[in-house]
């Protein structure tokens, strides 16, 4: 990681779960963070408590709606301003309503396709204009996906957020090709976790705190930690090393 020692990371969805601890663990290994949510207090309690933990990175909180372009493109052009530009983009930030294929709302489903796949897809396109602006040749894009992405559970309420889910995997693997057709050494990476003890299942279930505590005591999860170390870790990994996927889970998770 010595190597992004006061670079530009933007985190989406920063203010809780795997966001929050994504962020914590890039400012503390020295890096420039802008972290970037709807709701900023959570992300301004963050960033106090990096500081007073003695991180040698720093936090900057950004209140945005990424289920807005304008918003997303008002950010860049802040961080351009402000921080030159973003070297790594951690597409973290997504969400999944209660909306079954068969009798689901719209509403529901044009918000889930906003947060999971417009918005990781212009942060992906803005990112990369910022680095090759900037001649930016080592540059990472980090999409957070799901085992959703990668397989289908046999639940209603999860089959819409599981389609926007493999388009996360679709759109990494072509961004991936995009990269290696204009030549440059900027890369993309998928990371797929099962089960995360988060807010998530909370937010998903929000009408009912007893099915979303259930889901969390099922199974044993995966921490919000454990993505943010398989962030670390493919950030660390050598320049000419590619790093496509990470499927991970706990052996418990076997579907």
């Known amino acids: 990681m010595e190597r992004w020692k006061g670079r530009v990371a933007l985190v989406t969805g920063a203010s809780v779960g795997i966001g929050a601890a994504v962020t914590r663990a890039l400012v503390q290994q020295g890096m420039r963070v802008v972290g970037c949510a709807r709701n900023v207090d959570k992300i301004e309690k963050l960033a106090a408590e990096c500081q007073s933990a003695g991180y040698s990175g720093t ?7 990424l289920s807005n372009e304008e918003e997303i493109l008002s950010m860049f052009s802040a961080i351009k301003t402000l921080h030159k530009g973003v070297d790594v983009c951690i597409n973290n930030a997504g969400l999944a309503h209660n909306e079954p294929l068969l009798s689901g709302k719209t509403e529901g489903w044009r918000n889930m396709i906003d947060v999971n796949v417009l918005a990781l897809s212009i942060c992906t396109r803005e990112a990369y204009k910022s680095m090759k602006e900037r001649n930016v040749d080592d540059g990472h894009i980090i999409n957070i996906n799901s085992m959703s992405g990668h397989r289908l559970v046999p639940s209603a309420d999860k089959h819409f957020y599981s389609a926007t889910k493999y388009a996360v995997t679709a759109l990494t693997e072509g961004i991936r090709q995009e990269l290696r057709e204009a030549n440059t050494h900027i890369r993309a990476t998928c990371i797929s976790p ?18 979303a505590a259930a889901v969390y005591e099922s199974i044993k999860c995966l921490k919000a930690d454990d993505i943010a170390n398989a962030v670390t870790f493919v950030l660390s990994a050598p320049p000419h ?9 706990p052996v418990e998770q076997v579907s």
């Open 241 to 249: 090393v590619q790093i496509g996927d990470i499927q991970m889970r």
């Open 194 to 211: 099962g089960i995360v003890e988060t807010e998530f299942a909370f937010r998903h279930h929000n009408n009912d705190p007893e099915k």
């Open 59 to 65: 936090l900057i909180p950004y209140k945005c709606d």
